[in-house]
């Protein structure tokens, strides 16, 4: 069985602050590559940079500071906010490296040499800010100005020499593999967007710019920057060390499981994105998954709007796993979804606060009164228990399918009733009335630890640094976080002292409490 998995996160354009539509990608990323190391893959974990085009050259010209001086500036930050949101990403990729520069070079001589690329000269509109050439159909004119239809986004107008791809000879190709791979784009409503995008048929696609210079020179011609889009794609090799065949990053783990990205550069990475790849014989990725937008407002969030819920801000009034736990949970994965503060703040209580947290504090604070702060150590399970316990176990596949399928709405209701379960089973077995039947009471106690203990598995990939923080009462550390150990209904150690735990949520006051 394939048990390498190798996820990526759009890499970030350096051109302002990092904002919560570029944490919630690297959340998401996050949450599935931590899932997956849990569940005994070989994660590599990619997230980075995006630095040459035009938009860079520009946004670094107003800060008045060199292309690359800017983008090493910004670029900081950015690494900065991974460590922030506590990613366990593998690499950090910089499309300024030289790792990048040789691979972009190597794939542009491959496409060459299959004659899928030829000189001529490009007219048309151009997106600086989305890095994208439109055509006139999907422009339109708001208050004299052309904007493109999608972006909102303003364009100008180019006219230049211009290497292209032939992306014409790989609409039908493409629209075989789409076929043979259903679960190449997801979620099936973009699917459908991106397979009738290519029927109504593709133009070739400029790939060059020649009146700026903050790219990677064409191979033979100085005079042309390759177009920013397949600079940018190529990161998901070079990152992989492609083409050299002695590394063997690349051959773990290409083709990659998953690019995850937001709906607005679908196109980008499936249509023109595998179409380099079969023009250059190269393994398409296996699936290409594009996430919904944060709105604040039911607007998108973006710098220009001025609507940005600043992700730090947030971190440092609730904390980073709040932030990743409502993320995770309040945006249906797939679709656009609305955020704020004040929901924020109703899911910090009642699903951690009351939910979670309230269940280590009582059983915790129990065993420390009745069973001498220690893992009970005689115990007889009863069928309920049994019942109760086993269903991690039945559920196990179904979970480990279900994130395969990128269902985390189906994950994160999952966890919720298995809270809600575990502090009815614990009311309803009421442990302080069997005080004159010791086993009963240890047995009630160390199913509910087992199941604080199951619970804080399945929360990992969520909130790591809460749910080591419960694990640690049973000194699990992190090296020691196995999903198959779910199924193990006496894995917690009899006798063993409890470690302490602080309290892990404080509620929120609100005001209109
Ligand atoms: N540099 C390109 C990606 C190249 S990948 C080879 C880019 N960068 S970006 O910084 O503009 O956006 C990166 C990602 O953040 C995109 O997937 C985009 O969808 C996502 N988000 C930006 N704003 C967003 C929201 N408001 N909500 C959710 N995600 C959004 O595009």
Not at 49 to 69: C, N
Not at 71 to 81: A, G, N, P, R
Not at 232 to 240: E, G, K, Q, V
Not at 257 to 274: C, E, M, Q, S
């Amino acid at each position: 069985m394939d048990k390498n998995f190798y996820i990526t996160t759009p890499i970030y354009y350096p051109s302002g602050r990092p904002h919560m539509g570029h944490a919630y990608s690297s959340i998401i990323a996050d949450f599935f590559a931590r899932f997956k190391s849990i569940d005994d893959y070989n994660v590599h974990f990619l997230t980075g940079t995006d630095e040459h085009g035009l938009k860079i050259q520009r946004s670094a010209e107003k800060a008045g500071k060199k292309p690359k001086e800017f983008c090493d500036q910004i670029s900081q930050t950015f690494k900065d906010l991974s460590k922030t949101l506590n990613l366990s990403n593998t690499d950090f990729i910089r499309t300024t490296e030289n790792r990048h520069k040789k691979t972009v070079q190597h794939l542009w001589s491959l496409l060459e040499k299959n004659d899928d690329i030829y000189l001529s000269n490009y007219s048309g509109w151009y997106s600086v800010s989305d890095e994208a050439f439109y055509n006139e159909d999907e422009i339109e004119e708001i208050e004299g100005k052309k904007i493109a239809k999608s972006s909102k986004s303003n364009v100008e107008w180019i006219e230049e020499e211009s290497y292209f791809f032939r992306l014409s000879k790989w609409q039908k190709p493409l629209l075989e593999f789409y076929e043979k791979n259903p679960d190449f784009i997801l979620p099936e409503s973009r699917k459908n967007e991106v397979i009738s995008f290519v029927k109504s048929g593709l133009n070739d696609l400029s790939v060059s710019r020649k009146s700026f210079s903050w790219g990677i020179p064409v191979p033979n011609n100085k005079n042309h920057v390759i177009y920013v889009w397949l600079d940018a794609l190529t990161n998901y090799l070079s990152a992989l060390n492609y083409p050299d065949k002695d590394d063997d990053l690349f051959k773990k783990f290409w083709p990659a499981t998953i690019h995850l990205i937001g709906k607005d550069i679908l196109r980008f990475h499936a249509v023109y994105w595998p179409a380099f790849l079969l023009a250059a014989k190269i393994d398409l990725p296996k699936k290409v998954y594009g996430h919904g937008w944060i709105l604040s407002g039911e607007e998108k969030m973006s710098k220009s709007k001025g609507n940005i819920l600043d992700p730090l801000e947030i971190i440092k009034e609730y904390g980073l796993d709040p932030l990743r736990y409502y993320l995770i949970k309040e945006v249906s994965f797939g679709n656009d979804g609305n955020i704020s503060q004040e929901r924020l703040e109703d899911c910090i209580n009642s699903d951690l606060a009351n939910n979670y947290g309230n269940l280590c504090q009582r059983v915790t604070a129990f065993a420390n009164k009745n069973c001498d702060g220690k893992i009970p150590l005689t115990i007889k399970f009863q069928e309920e228990d049994l019942l109760i316990l086993n269903k991690f176990k039945d559920n196990l596949d179904n979970i480990r399918s279900k994130i395969d399928n990128q269902n985390i709405n189906f994950y994160i209701d999952y966890i919720v009733s298995s809270l809600f379960e575990a502090n009815k089973y614990f009311n309803d077995q009421e442990p302080w009335k069997k005080k004159d039947d010791q086993i009963r009471l240890n047995t009630i106690v160390y199913t509910t630890l087992e199941i604080v203990r199951k619970i804080s598995l399945l929360l990992y990939p969520i909130i790591p640094e809460s749910s080591l923080k419960v694990l640690n009462i049973f000194e699990i550390d992190e090296k020691k976080v196995e999903l198959s150990s779910i199924s193990d209904n006496e894995y917690l150690i009899k006798g063993k002292k409890l470690n302490k735990i602080d309290i892990l949520f404080k509620k929120i006051e609100k005001k209109n409490d």
